[in-house]
């Protein structure tokens, strides 16, 4: 790793073995990385390493704009969304001041990042930003993610790009058995004005989850 990036690298290094001892100190660093889930215990050790982090990433962030920084800082940035996915400071720090080409590439390798934390959050906010292939990358997400929080903020924002396109990904996960992607499939259903027949809408209306249950009664029932 280049000292340019240093201080970005030093405060994630310090972020990640805190989480670690307070998982115990059994975990592995890169296992905890892959893996991460958040209790986000607020102690004056915890908000200093967060402060650290944000301070880094803004370091790092004037790198890339003044065209001294490179991938490996970016993939550092994407490594702190990823810690800091509960509060995302971070992603919007970097969403918010990176130079659109520099950003481009932050949301591109985002989608691909072997950190699941930091795909969905790529993938539920590039809707907003013109990136190459960005129909297709939601496309694969959607049928090849192994994560479906991931997969659900992809049917997510191909809803929102394009609704009649969301139909086909849509339809088959009515019966998802997680009750969150059941139901980003009845509101991209919903958004596409998409109709269903009878049954299936009542057994939507019925269904285990009150959330989906709710969702479903603005489906359009398709006429016999």
């Known amino acids: 790793m280049s000292d340019t990036h240093k201080d970005l690298q030093q405060a994630l290094e310090q972020f990640w073995s805190y989480m670690a001892r307070r998982q115990g100190g059994t975990v592995l660093v890169e296992e905890l990385k892959l893996n991460f889930w958040d209790d986000d215990h607020d102690t004056m050790e915890r908000r200093r390493y967060r402060s650290d982090l944000h301070r880094a990433t803004i370091s790092e962030i004037e790198k890339q704009n003044g065209g001294w920084g490179d991938v490996s800082g970016i993939d550092l940035l994407l490594e702190a969304i990823t810690a800091d996915y509960l509060h995302e400071d971070v992603l919007y720090e ?84 997680d009750a969150y992607m059941r139901l980003a499939s009845v509101l991209a259903l919903q958004a596409a004005g998409y109709s269903l027949p009878a049954e299936l809408v009542a057994a939507l209306r019925t269904d285990s989850n009150e959330y989906v249950r709710e969702a479903a009664t603005e489906l359009v029932v398709a006429k016999q």
């Not at 049928?143 to 997510?156: G, I, Q």
């Open 94 to 177: 970097c969403l918010e001041t990176l130079k659109p080409a520099r950003r481009t590439i932050l949301l591109e390798r985002g989608l691909l990042s072997p950190l699941y934390h930091t795909r969905y959050l790529a993938a539920e906010h590039v809707a907003h930003y013109v990136i190459p292939h960005r129909t297709e990358l939601m496309e694969f997400l959607i049928c090849h993610d192994d994560h479906k929080l991931v997969s659900r903020y992809a049917l997510n924002t191909l809803s929102d790009l394009h609704p009649a396109k969301a139909v086909e990904y849509a339809l088959p996960r009515l019966t998802d058995e």
